[in-house]
């Protein structure tokens, strides 16, 4: 999953990886894309874009420690496997990411 999200995301200046949540986290000049994890994957399209990107098939918020996390959507392994939904995910995800400001 990590080299697929890898492709999705291309090489680009500012682009790195980072051991995380038990996983691989994905970033942009140090603001989170998204993260791999052994359940799926976690992507950051941001407050203003999570209704839109809920209506896809197989996102769901993201919850963790019984909070729900907002601006954070999960994509199940399942349907992670569907191009069309992870490549959404991935642009409007990128697209909110790189409109923050660079951190560090």
Known sequence: MADIMRADLGIGP?????????????????????????????YRPGKPNEAEVLELPGVTPMVMGGRRMGGFVRLGAE?????TTRRRLTEIS??????LPPKG
């Open 14 to 42: 500012g682009l790195s990886e980072k051991k995380m949540f038990g996983g691989i986290c994905f970033l942009l000049h140090g603001n989170m894309i998204g993260a791999i994890g052994k359940d799926g994957a976690l």
């Open 79 to 83: 349907a992670f496997a569907d191009d």
């Open 94 to 99: 990128l697209g909110f990411v790189a409109s």
